[in-house]
């Protein structure tokens, strides 16, 4: 009975919102703001792509301007590069000198006076050996820092004892004087020999070498 | 692609209506507009506010009158702000009576008028209630849109004190069949319940109106004196209402007569509602041609549970006499959350 005594003489269309937020107006106001959000946005796009353009543009120009005395700069670097090697590299042999001086000038007073010296001889030093070919692979400058340093004394011993000179002449090589730089000193066999081709006379005069491996070069 | 706003506007209105103003128009009252702001919060009734507003609840007469009336001007007092408002209308050109045809909106009928048609008992013919279609659009625009409140329902004074009375404890207490007396002020509207279900409505041209201005004119005392007469015991002023009353108790003993035989319905209840002065009176008389007492419906008993139902003594709604002024507007909110709970 309750709801059949509800006579609403309302039409639908006459029914109004009572709340101050309404779609029919809300929808609008939003779409209007919507699309100025959206044209804002769409312009500041523009402004941005528009100032990197120029900003590009600038760069550009500037690179254009700088390219030359940048390639300047880099031919100066390398060039540059190439002389700090070069001074490297004279560097390290200046390093690797192996310095003859003192073993000479000090030798005198160890060579006893049955004892003629003849010869003082340092051989160039052994090439390294090169490595395998490869086809195609250009093959690679010797790169080796280390190279070997001998040293050959050759001479003659006479007197009484001319052994025994030749001995204290080994000792003496291996004496701390000379072992900053010679590290073995060794008569080779079959180096130790009569001198036979100078006359009978010279008969006890014997012929000797002494081979010193010295203190290896080290170009570093 | 295009979307359509008044469909969206409806769909948001779909949310169930619990807090209602209910008011009504065209009563003519010094008072003002009587109003009542009603919620329904878990299935108990609350009354939030009532009183008389200070607005100018007289009907256009004519549909010129009602064009120059300037929509959207009514504002309520912050208490009486619900989403929103139903109102009952008092016209003298609206209607309510039994009818062959069943109408809607005023579709198929007078185009003049509005209408709806509901069935209030099955082997009857619908009641049709009906307004001019220029009162029912200057009341729904009575309110501005976005402020509440907003009309959600029109409705006729009469359909609306039903409403009222059937939410009162009396009659929902006396159960069975009851016969209840509409006093309005130039009529009477008279509706019998056969086991709740309305089987007759009759209206009278006989109001309280009628029965102050008999008492005033007899004893030559203004309105406001006579309407004092009938609410004391200093003057029997029977003798002075009993020729106008009579032709209304005549019918309605008629009536009573008519349900007994014709559809098998003894009336053993009474009641009257809307009646502000002189109800012992008319107790008094209905009583002696119809030999049963009547009972008074008083509105705020249809509150007995409401948190707000105890109100001050000399609020308009807690007095008997203008209590009874509050009937419609009651029963229009109550029409309406009926409807949407």
């Known amino acids: 009975m309750k709801a059949s005594l509800h006579f609403n003489l309302i039409r639908k269309e006459e029914i109004l919102s009572p709340s101050p937020v309404r779609l029919r107006v809300m929808l609008p106001i939003l779409s209007l703001l919507l699309v100025a959000a959206l044209a804002v946005w769409w312009m500041l796009a523009l402004t941005r792509a528009h100032a990197a353009n120029q900003k590009l543009a600038a760069v550009n120009a500037e690179i254009e301007s700088l390219s030359r005395s940048h390639q300047t700069v880099l031919s100066l670097c390398a060039e540059e590069k190439e002389l700090s090697a070069s001074l490297r590299q004279i560097g390290f042999y200046t390093n690797a000198l192996t310095r003859f001086g003192g073993l000479l000038s000090g030798l005198p007073e160890h060579v006893p006076a049955d004892i003629q010296i003849t010869e003082l001889y340092v051989p160039p030093p052994a090439p390294p050996p090169a490595p395998a070919p490869m086809p195609g692979v250009k093959a690679a400058?010797?790169?080796?820092?280390?190279?070997?340093?001998?040293?050959?004394?050759?001479?003659?011993?006479?007197?009484?004892?001319?052994?025994?000179?030749?001995?204290?002449?080994?000792?003496?090589?291996?004496?701390?004087?000379?072992?900053?730089?010679?590290?073995?000193?060794?008569?080779?066999?079959?180096?130790?020999?009569?001198?036979?081709?100078?006359?009978?006379?010279?008969?006890?005069?014997?012929l000797f070498e002494i081979q010193c491996d010295c203190v290896p070069r080290r170009f570093e | 692609m295009g979307i359509n706003l008044s469909k969206l506007k409806i769909a948001s209105k779909s949310a169930p209506v619990l807090d209602v103003v209910g008011m009504v128009l065209g009563a003519g009252l010094p008072q003002g507009v009587p109003a009542v702001r009603l919620a329904r919060k878990d299935g108990v009734d609350d009354l939030v506010a009532g009183g008389f507003l200070d607005l100018s609840g007289e009907l256009p007469a004519t549909p010129e009158d009602a064009a120059a009336a300037t929509p959207g001007s009514w504002q309520v007092p912050t208490a009486f702000r619900a989403p929103h408002a139903a109102l009952a209308i008092h016209s003298g050109q609206a209607f309510l009576r039994h009818s062959a045809e069943t109408r809607e909106n005023g579709e198929n009928g007078d185009p003049q008028m509005r209408s709806v048609s509901r069935a209030t008992a099955p082997d009857l013919p619908p009641l049709t209630a009906g307004l001019p279609e220029f009162q029912a659009a200057w009341a729904a625009r009575l309110f501005p849109e976005g402020r509440r409140p907003t009309a959600c329902s029109i409705q006729i004074a009469s359909t609306a004190a039903m409403s009222g009375f059937s939410h009162n404890p009396a009659f929902k207490k006396a159960g069975g069949n009851a016969i209840v007396m509409m006093v309005f002020p130039s009529y009477t509207a008279l509706a019998a319940f056969q086991d709740s279900m309305l089987v007759l409505y009759r209206e009278h041209p006989v109001g309280f109106r009628h029965v102050r201005e008999a008492v005033s004119a007899q004893m030559r005392v203004d309105e406001a004196m006579a309407e004092s007469v009938l609410d004391d015991t200093l003057v029997d002023p029977i003798p002075m209402i009993e020729p106008v009353l009579r032709p209304l108790l005549r019918q309605i003993e008629i009536s009573v007569d008519y349900l007994a035989r014709r559809r098998d319905c003894p009336v053993e209840n009474f009641f009257i509602c809307g009646l502000p002065t002189g109800f012992r009176y008319w107790a008094s008389l209905f009583n002696r041609m119809l030999g049963r007492t009547p009972t008074l419906c008083r509105p705020l008993e249809s509150f007995s549970g409401s948190p707000s139902a105890v109100l001050p003594d000399t609020h308009p709604l807690a007095s008997d006499g203008t209590g009874q002024l509050f009937m419609a507007a009651i029963g229009a909110a109550f029409a309406v959350l009926d409807d949407h709970s």
Do not use: H, M, W, Y
Request: hydrophobic residues 40%; proline residues 8%.
């Open chain 1, 141 to 206: 400058a010797p790169t080796s820092t280390f190279e070997c340093v001998s040293l050959r004394l050759a001479g003659r011993a006479g007197g009484d004892a001319p052994a025994d000179a030749v001995d204290s002449l080994l000792t003496a090589l291996r004496k701390p004087d000379f072992t900053n730089l010679i590290v073995r000193a060794a008569v080779p066999p079959g180096a130790f020999r009569q001198e036979a081709a100078r006359g009978q006379g010279n008969r006890n005069t014997l």
